[in-house]
């Protein structure tokens, strides 16, 4: 069964400290993994998308990295702020999965002042 | 650029009763999704439209769920009659096409009392 696991399920940290957000999968076969930010009450907002063929993308503070073979990613958050606090989903595209995205329980963060 | 407008935002109702959401995507997607999202889980995928024929509907509880999407544009997500479990925020996303990067509306929150 094709399934995404992320751990931990919340994370608090102080202002301005570097974190770690992680994300496995069961099936090394996946055309893409994307990160999402979820606020309360919002809808989801992409993050990152890395392609199968890609190792790692980066946009500002953020960078996720891929490793297919050992079915996992990491989100790194720099420099962590207040208004970085949400809810941090992880989803895949499974090859032979009809294209749909799998997704994680996620990771609830709050960045406290 | 718009993006995936969803309607009604928040709805309430009593078990047993109908409802029906409105999902317009961004013009030229031709790949439009119905997510459902309970409370602390990751949202799952219900049905997936290419232009207005389906891809996959195979986690949509046919015997009370239905959804449409008419001339390859809106979509409509009904639900008929209403059980406690529906519950939940329905996301509709679009992408230009089965692998391409989804984007997601704000989602409607149902209640079901």
């Known amino acids: 069964k094709q399934e995404v696991t992320q751990i931990p399920a919340a994370l608090s940290v102080p202002e301005g400290e570097n974190l770690v957000l992680n994300c496995s999968f069961t099936d090394s076969a996946i055309y893409n993994l994307q990160w999402f930010r979820q606020d309360p009450g919002k809808g989801l907002t992409s993050l990152l998308l890395?392609?199968?063929?890609?190792r790692e993308q980066t946009s500002g503070r953020l960078n996720a990295s891929l490793d297919k073979s050992s079915g996992r990613s990491t989100l790194y958050i720099a420099a962590s702020q207040p208004g970085d606090s949400a809810t941090y989903l992880c989803?895949?595209?499974?090859?032979?999965?009809?294209?749909?995205?799998?997704f994680g329980t996620g990771t609830q963060l709050k960045v406290e002042l | 650029e718009a993006g995936v407008a969803q309607s009604p935002r928040y709805k309430i109702i009593e078990k047993r009763q109908s409802v029906a959401f409105w999902c317009n995507p961004i013009?030229?997607?031709?790949?439009l999704y119905w997510y459902q999202q309970i409370l602390g889980q990751g949202p799952k995928l219900l049905i997936q439209?290419?232009?207005?024929?389906?891809?996959?509907d195979s986690q949509l509880p046919k015997d009370r769920f239905s959804a449409e999407r008419l001339k390859g544009v809106d979509s409509t997500l009904k639900i008929q009659p209403a059980k406690l479990e529906d519950s939940a925020v329905y996301l509709c996303?679009?992408?230009?096409?089965?692998?391409?990067?989804?984007?997601f509306g704000p989602g409607t929150r149902l209640t079901v009392l």
């Open positions: 013009s030229g997607h031709a790949t």
């Open positions: 996303a679009s992408s230009l096409g089965g692998i391409y990067e989804q984007f």
């Open positions: 890395i392609q199968s063929s890609q």
């Open positions: 439209f290419q232009n207005n024929g389906v891809v996959d």
């Open positions: 989803a895949v595209t499974f090859t032979g999965g009809g294209n749909k995205l799998t």
